[in-house]
């Protein structure tokens, strides 16, 4: 039997390989976008694109902590699970509690529960203590506050692509795979934007296309 983790759903690869090309198309029109052979110096400036080189270092390493979080957690809850604490209910029911604060709410405060809460309190305890020892071996909480701050600086990022003019076709392409990475995309969807964010990407790529001919043209009858 195939390991349930290593099976990635048909649309989750197809609009991996559909967001990696358009990130490769947008590095290729920055290199030649609307200039056909002229040198790199020549390229106008595009403050967008800036803004969205660093968007996306930002969001691979969010991403990439994101990823060894979720492993290292995964870690923890095997290994030691998560705090908790099981109590058995005066209606005899037992009932496993993730926090001090629900296990208060299922014993209440009267003084019948008193040893109850008490013992249950110093279960809870003890395994947070086991908790709290497994994640500074293995240093989960270090990894998942790095991807907190990656977060946030890859979110500031996006408000400022999002508030920064486009200068050239690759600029404006790079606003829209900002949105396709973002979004969760289905194959083929036909519902808003979708249909209109690749039309966009088509009207840009055909736009490229001919301003390259055009360009290749001119060289050629000089």
Not at 174 to 186: D, G, P, Q, Y
Request: with cysteine; hydrophobic share 45%; proline share 4%.
């Amino acid at each position: 039997m195939a390991d349930s983790d290593n099976i990635m759903p048909l649309s989750f690869v197809t609009r991996r390989k559909v967001l990696g090309a358009t990130a490769i198309a947008i590095v290729g029109w920055e290199r030649n976008v609307l200039v056909g052979q002229a040198p790199a110096a020549a390229i106008p400036f595009d403050p967008a694109l800036a803004v969205w080189r660093e968007w996306r270092k930002a969001r691979d390493v969010s991403q990439r902590l994101c990823d060894q979080s979720a492993q290292l957690e995964r870690t923890l809850v095997e290994t030691v699970g998560f705090p908790c604490a099981t109590v058995r209910l005066p209606s005899g029911k037992d009932m496993t509690l993730h926090s001090i604060r629900a296990l208060h709410e299922a014993l209440g405060a009267g003084a019948d529960t008193t040893e109850k809460r008490a013992t249950a309190e110093a279960d809870f305890a003890a395994h947070q203590a086991r908790w709290d020892a497994a994640d500074r071996r293995i240093g989960y909480s270090l990894v998942a506050d790095a991807e907190m701050k990656a977060g946030d600086r890859a979110e500031g990022l996006l408000e400022a692509l999002a508030a920064t003019p486009a200068t050239s076709l690759a600029g404006v392409a790079a606003k829209l795979n900002a949105v396709l990475l973002e979004s969760e995309v289905r194959e083929g969807g036909a519902e808003f934007p979708w249909p209109q964010i690749r039309s966009a990407f088509d009207d840009i790529d055909r736009i490229r296309r001919q301003a390259n001919a055009d360009v290749v043209q001119r060289s050629g009858q000089m």
